[in-house]
T-cell receptor, first 114, second 113 residues
Framework: GAVVSQHPSRVICKSGTSVKIECRSLDFQATTMFWYRQFPKQSLMLMATSNEGSKATYEQGVEKDKFLINHASLTLSTLTVTSAHPEDSSFYIC??????????FGPGTRLTVT | GQQVMQIPQYQHVQEGEDFTTYCNSSTTLSNIQWYKQRPGGHPVFLIQLVKSGEVKKQKRLTFQFGEAKKNSSLHITATQTTDVGTYFCAGSAGGTSYGKLTFGQGTILTVHP
């Protein structure tokens, strides 16, 4: 099946620093990648949709200058949390799609900002 | 914007009992998908429903899509401990939002042996 990886799986950073999370589709080319945020025992909240070579589309309420998304190739998208604060601590999950509907999720990245 | 409500939030069952989770959208959907997330894991795609009134089965799992394409359900017959996890429905509005999913809150299923 289609495999999506995320790196790092866990990261702890100090308040004010930036953190980059990578999302890779390992065995397929993803036309679209999605970035979600999930709080403990809660649902997935879509942050942004990214297509290779174009600017990401952010959901309402998501600060594009804070959550920078780059989709440089059909197999790689990155999310950079800039000037992270404790309230940015969360589980960030990416997904990739290459067929019409099915999304393949990465294992997620747990970010803790101290 | 589009909202997807899912109930119940929690369900505790004895092994062998049946389980059902329900999903309702505030708007008509193009399709609805179901995902399962094991504790500590990531969501895994289970199925997609597209047609009005569609019913699909996967072994002990039965998925239904309502006639109005605004609601859906997942029913598990004779639960097993391996069914433990959070079940999410996710709706797609289609059109310019094609591919974009709005997730329900999820139902956390616990199965007691």
């Amino acid at each position: 099946g289609a495999v999506v990886s995320q790196h790092p799986s866990r990261v702890i950073c100090k308040s004010g620093t930036s953190v980059k999370i990578e999302c890779r589709s390992l065995d397929f080319q993803a036309t679209t990648m999605f970035w979600y945020r999930q709080f403990p025992k809660q649902s997935l909240m879509l942050m942004a949709t990214s297509n290779e070579g174009s600017k990401a589309t952010y959901e309402q309420g998501v600060e594009k200058d804070k959550f920078l998304i780059n989709h440089a190739s059909l197999t790689l998208s990155t999310l950079t949390v800039t000037s992270a604060h404790p309230e940015d601590s969360s589980f960030y999950i990416c997904s990739a799609s290459f067929v019409a509907y099915e999304q393949y999720f990465g294992p997620g990245t747990r970010l803790t900002v101290t | 914007g589009q909202q997807v409500m899912q109930i119940p939030q929690y369900q505790h069952v004895q092994e062998g009992e049946d389980f059902t989770t329900y999903c309702n959208s505030s708007t008509t959907l193009s399709n609805i998908q179901w995902y399962k997330q094991r504790p500590g894991g990531h969501p895994v795609f289970l199925i997609q429903l597209v047609k009005s009134g569609e019913v699909k089965k996967q072994k002990r799992l039965t998925f239904q899509f309502g006639e109005a394409k605004k609601n859906s359900s997942l029913h598990i017959t004779a639960t097993q401990t391996t069914d433990v996890g959070t079940y999410f429905c996710a709706g797609s509005a289609g059109g310019t939002s094609y591919g974009k999913l709005t997730f329900g809150q999820g139902t956390i299923l616990t199965v007691h042996p």
